[in-house]
């Protein structure tokens, strides 16, 4: 299976938005419901943001958002902040029935 | 508060079997209707998912790139899951998680702190 298509790095002024896309097939991100983002800062294991593409758990800030359109999904930091500067990672449900994840995204808060 | 722990050896040597476990605390492996799984990171690299195990222990899900050398298994008594990997390489030295996924859902929200495996030659 391959490696779904993040960006490797995006950038962005405190308080601004940013958005991380997650490109993959039909055969994971464009057949199900089934993604999730993660934020791991470094040394760090990787935490949670959105699940099942635009719900929040309890706990992280509603800065964050998810949705998806056909094969690609999302994530929105709005009102950008420094402590958002960690790697992102989506991950996608697939028709094997196996995940997948992108290959990472670096966020630098200029 | 749920816990999970990883341990095991954190070198071994190439071609033998890589072997963890991942400890739970704060609740049971045998609730119903989670998966637990494995998820490794090579340094400075991404995410790569492993495998997982519903919380039955009857049903496995395995990367296709590694599912000849993986094998996950439960024990419900000491309320842990392991990891298996044969044939170890270079390439499978990583920072190795575990981690707990809700059923019928993308919900993957704990974690171990992740635990450096290296692969000596």
């Known amino acids: 299976q391959s490696a779904l298509t993040q960006p490797a790095s995006v950038s962005g002024s405190p308080g601004q938005s940013i958005t991380i896309s997650c490109t993959g097939s039909?055969?994971?991100?464009?057949?199900?419901?089934?993604v999730s983002w993660f934020q791991q800062h470094p040394g760090k294991a990787p935490k949670l943001m959105i699940y099942?593409?635009?719900n929040r758990p309890s706990g992280v800030s509603n800065r964050f958002s998810g949705s998806k359109s056909a094969d690609t999904a999302s994530l929105t930091i709005s009102g950008l902040q420094a402590e958002d500067e960690a790697d992102y990672y989506c991950?996608?449900?697939?028709?094997?029935?196996?995940?997948?994840f992108g290959g990472g995204t670096k966020l630098t808060v200029l | 508060q749920l816990q999970l722990q990883e341990s095991g050896p954190g070198l071994v040597k190439a071609s033998e079997t890589l072997s963890l476990t991942c400890t739970v605390s704060?609740?049971?492996?045998?609730?119903?209707?989670?998966?637990w799984g494995w998820i490794r990171q090579p340094p400075g690299k991404g995410l790569e998912w492993i495998g997982n195990?519903?919380?039955?222990?009857?049903?496995?899900y395995v990367n296709p790139s590694l599912k000849s050398r993986v094998t996950i298994s439960m024990d419900t008594s000491k309320n842990q899951f392991s990891l298996k990997l044969t044939s170890v390489t270079a390439t499978d030295t990583a920072v190795y998680y575990c981690?707990?996924?809700?059923?019928?859902?993308?919900?993957?929200?704990?974690w171990g702190q992740g635990t450096l495996v290296t692969v000596s030659s």
């Open positions: 991950n996608s449900y697939t028709s094997s029935s196996t995940w997948v």
């Open positions: 981690a707990r996924r809700v059923g019928s859902s993308s919900h993957r929200d704990y």
């Open positions: 039909s055969s994971d991100i464009g057949g199900y419901n089934y």
């Open positions: 195990i519903y919380y039955t222990g009857k049903t496995t």
């Open positions: 704060g609740g049971s492996i045998s609730t119903s209707y989670y998966y």
């Open positions: 099942d593409v635009s």
